[in-house]
């Protein structure tokens, strides 16, 4: 009873190391301690606890790393289509608030509809200025052409929901 409660502590010791972990590997291994831990409770043969161990932690580890994985750390590449006619053309004509500084030649962000976006524009634009959402800058599908705003050209700001919440972008 006593090895079955030291594998479970190797177990939480494995998993707090993957919290700082890049790899996503420990996690396995931390499984691999628990099942090792169950075998403890009908054998003290340390053996056979370590063969559980590592068959275990190697079974987890094929099973189920690649779809834990894409399920953590999601998609990291828009497809061109999604890309080209998805995020970004939801907010065309859309107007905007600018978050942090546009410099011309530089990118700032802007807020619409409660999404964080990258922008540039051909003049600069400073903080809480009002713009209006001209489309996404070619070849970049996640940075935004936004123009400022005349006098009574932007109304009040149309509410648009996006697929990532209010991800900094």
């Given at each position: 009873m006593v090895i079955a409660g030291i594998w479970f502590v190797v177990g939480v010791v494995l998993f707090v190391v993957e919290l700082v972990s890049p790899l996503f590997v420990m996690f396995f291994f931390g499984l691999g301690a628990w099942a090792a831990g169950v075998a403890a409770l009908f054998t003290d043969e340390l053996g056979v606890q370590v063969l559980v161990f590592g068959v275990a932690s190697i079974l987890f580890l094929l099973a189920l790393r690649r779809t834990l994985v894409r399920t953590f750390r999601g998609r990291a590449k828009l497809s061109s289509d999604a890309a080209?006619?998805?995020?970004?053309?939801l907010n065309a004509g859309?107007?905007?608030?600018?978050?942090r500084p546009i410099v011309r030649?530089?990118?700032g962000e802007i807020s619409v509809g409660g999404s964080y976006w990258r922008a540039v524009s051909s003049v600069d634009l400073p903080q809480g200025a009002q713009v209006r959402v001209i489309g996404h800058v070619?070849?970049?599908e996640l940075t935004l052409e936004v123009a400022p705003c005349g006098e009574g050209s932007c109304g009040p700001q149309e509410e648009t929901t996006l697929s990532g919440g209010n991800d900094r972008v």
């Amino acid at each position: 009873m006593v090895i079955a409660g030291i594998w479970f502590v190797v177990g939480v010791v494995l998993f707090v190391v993957e919290l700082v972990s890049p790899l996503f590997v420990m996690f396995f291994f931390g499984l691999g301690a628990w099942a090792a831990g169950v075998a403890a409770l009908f054998t003290d043969e340390l053996g056979v606890q370590v063969l559980v161990f590592g068959v275990a932690s190697i079974l987890f580890l094929l099973a189920l790393r690649r779809t834990l994985v894409r399920t953590f750390r999601g998609r990291a590449k828009l497809s061109s289509d999604a890309a080209s006619e998805g995020l970004p053309s939801l907010n065309a004509g859309k107007s905007a608030t600018v978050t942090r500084p546009i410099v011309r030649g530089a990118v700032g962000e802007i807020s619409v509809g409660g999404s964080y976006w990258r922008a540039v524009s051909s003049v600069d634009l400073p903080q809480g200025a009002q713009v209006r959402v001209i489309g996404h800058v070619p070849d970049d599908e996640l940075t935004l052409e936004v123009a400022p705003c005349g006098e009574g050209s932007c109304g009040p700001q149309e509410e648009t929901t996006l697929s990532g919440g209010n991800d900094r972008v």
